[in-house]
Nanobody
Framework: QVQLVESGGGLVQAGGSLSLSCAPS????????MGWYRQAPGKQCELVAD???????NYADSVKGRFTISRDNAKNTVYLQMNSLKPEDTAIYYC??????????????????WGQGTLVTVSS
């Protein structure tokens, strides 16, 4: 089964930058939308940013102007560049993909997939 594999994350001081990337583990024909969610200790999971295959983006208000999401459709890879990080950005970041089509006859489709999560820690 296809899985989403995340990389990046780690520990950074406030004001610093980190980048995350996420790609499927196997061959994928197409993915409609890819994005990042995060869950901080004691808080609900929230959308950070997402991007469609057409390039339309959506950001949480708390990260606008600081985070940039992008994707490489040929590689079905999504990136999250995080600048001016704040301690409140500390969370586990999860990659998400929606409407995934795997090649084959008939084609295999998944409505949604999640990555295993990667920890981002911002120290003050």
């Amino acid at each position: 089964q296809v899985q989403l594999v995340e990389s990046g994350g780690g520990l950074v001081q406030a004001g610093g930058s980190l980048s995350l990337s996420c790609a499927p583990s196997g061959s994928v024909f197409s993915i409609y939308a890819m994005g990042w969610y995060r869950q901080a200790p004691g808080k609900q999971c929230e959308l950070v940013a997402d991007i469609t295959s057409g390039g339309s983006t959506n950001y949480a208000d708390s990260v606008k102007g600081r985070f940039t999401i992008s994707r490489d459709n040929a590689k079905n890879t999504v990136y999250l560049q995080m600048n001016s990080l704040k301690p409140e950005d500390t969370a586990i970041y999860y990659c998400n993909a929606k409407k995934i089509t795997i090649g084959g006859i008939p084609a295999t489709r998944y409505p949604e997939l999640w990555g295993q999560g990667t920890l981002v820690t911002v120290s003050s």
